[in-house]
């Protein structure tokens, strides 16, 4: 699977922003996808998560504020990002695995996107 995602940038707090993912290669819809970030000298950590058949998990951290949605005839998957906080500020990553578990260590996502740069000012 090859994942390209899109739609970073600046912005100011308590706005919103919408990140997609487009997949190509392998069958998409039976793929858990989710989404991971990083901070400047922080470990990469889990954001939000949706399995094959559409249930959500996400990072008490983002609850509420953040929404993961996959579009399977499109291929995409998408983080909505509201009320958005200068903490929000990371690369974020979208990543995929072939199989269903509530945890979330990167290690067991076996496909990447590239990072892309979410810069929320105070």
């Known amino acids: 699977v090859q994942l390209q995602a899109s739609g970073g940038g600046l912005m100011q707090a308590g706005g919103s922003l919408r990140l997609s993912c487009a997949a190509s290669g392998r069958t998409f819809s039976n793929y858990a996808m989710a989404w991971f970030r990083q901070a400047p000298g922080k470990e990469r950590e889990f954001v939000a998560a949706?399995?094959?058949?559409?249930?959500?998990d996400y990072a008490d951290s983002v609850k509420g504020r953040f929404t993961i949605s996959r579009d399977n005839a499109k291929n995409t998957v998408y983080l909505q990002m509201n009320s958005l906080k200068p903490d929000d500020t990371a690369v974020y990553y979208c990543?995929?695995?072939?199989?269903?578990?509530?945890?979330?260590?990167?290690?067991?996502?076996?496909?990447w996107g590239q990072g892309i740069q979410v810069t929320v000012s105070s």
């Open positions: 990543a995929a695995r072939a199989y269903y578990s509530r945890t979330y260590n990167p290690d067991t996502f076996a496909y």
């Open positions: 949706i399995t094959s058949g559409g249930s959500t």
